[in-house]
């Protein structure tokens, strides 16, 4: 019946955004509704396991893109934005996310 009403999304999310820490997981809600806000596709993991497990499920979406935030990156208040087809990963301030994306 829910799928009458509404039906699901089965397009691949833009962005994956991976979390790990109570802090982490505050400001990743927080970065992820901004960039729904300006149209991305965002799906985030907030289950709590370790990084290598929700890169798997990221990667399982399709999406080609995963912000990774951890503890460290918000107390230096920057992001780690990996391309899931290649591996390569660079280190980017909060501010320089829109931007690079």
Do not use: W
Not at 56 to 80: F, H, P, Y
Request: hydrophobic share 30%.
């Amino acid at each position: 019946m829910l799928k009458e009403l509404q039906p699901l999304c089965t397009s691949s999310p833009d962005i994956y955004f991976v979390s790990r820490g109570e802090n982490a997981e505050k400001k990743a809600l927080i970065i992820a509704q901004d960039l729904r806000q300006k149209g991305y596709k965002v799906e985030l993991d907030l289950t709590g396991s370790n990084f290598g497990k929700q890169f798997k499920r990221g990667d399982r979406t399709g999406a080609k893109i995963c912000l990774v935030l951890g503890e460290s990156e918000v107390e230096n208040n920057t992001i780690q934005l990996k391309y899931l087809d290649t591996g390569k990963q660079e280190t980017l301030s909060v501010e320089e996310i829109e931007t690079k994306l």
